[in-house]
């Protein structure tokens, strides 16, 4: 316990604690994202299909980086914890949106999310050290980054437009 409140003092972390993280903020996601669907409009349904599968990756992704050799190896190596890493840490609490969210406050969740992946997994992918974590945290970053983007013109449409 001591050795995490000082590591908190002192902005380390361990790669296992980020790698343990990160895959719950992406199960997180997956799981808010499935009980999103039938919950959501139609419009939005495919998106909401289509995030939960993306998270889904994630997962993947991360739980075979947490098998990985090369990963193993690190898993104690301490890194600087980015500054982002409170808003990410904070998105592992699943949030409630009700039972029949609109799609302005869905979309706007969802591009929040998305931003503070996309920042965590950039800062993570200048600290981590080459290799295949440093590989998955830029391929991330990117994936955010796109989905960011997709899911700012889709609020677009539909909040100032009026619909897609």
Do not use: C
Request: no cysteine; net charge negative; proline share 4%.
């Amino acid at each position: 316990m001591r050795e995490v409140h000082s590591n908190r003092l002192t902005g380390l972390t361990t790669v296992k604690q980020i790698l343990d993280t990160a895959t719950q903020f992406e199960i997180v996601a997956r799981d808010f994202y499935t009980a999103l669907i039938p919950k959501v409009s139609k419009n939005l349904r495919y998106l909401a299909e289509e995030l939960a599968e993306e998270e889904q990756g994630h997962v993947d992704l991360f739980q075979k980086l947490a098998n990985d050799p090369t990963v193993i190896g690190l898993m104690e190596e301490k890194i600087a914890r980015p500054v982002s890493d409170g808003r990410f840490t904070d998105g592992v609490q699943k949030p409630d949106l009700g039972d029949n969210p609109d799609d302005q406050t869905v979309l706007q969740f969802a591009v929040m999310r998305e931003t503070d992946a996309m920042e965590q997994y950039s800062a993570l992918a200048k600290m981590a050290p080459e290799g295949p974590l440093r590989t998955a945290f830029e391929f991330l970053a990117n994936e955010e980054a796109e989905h960011k983007q997709e899911l700012e013109k889709l609020y677009y449409e539909i909040v100032h437009s009026g619909g897609v």
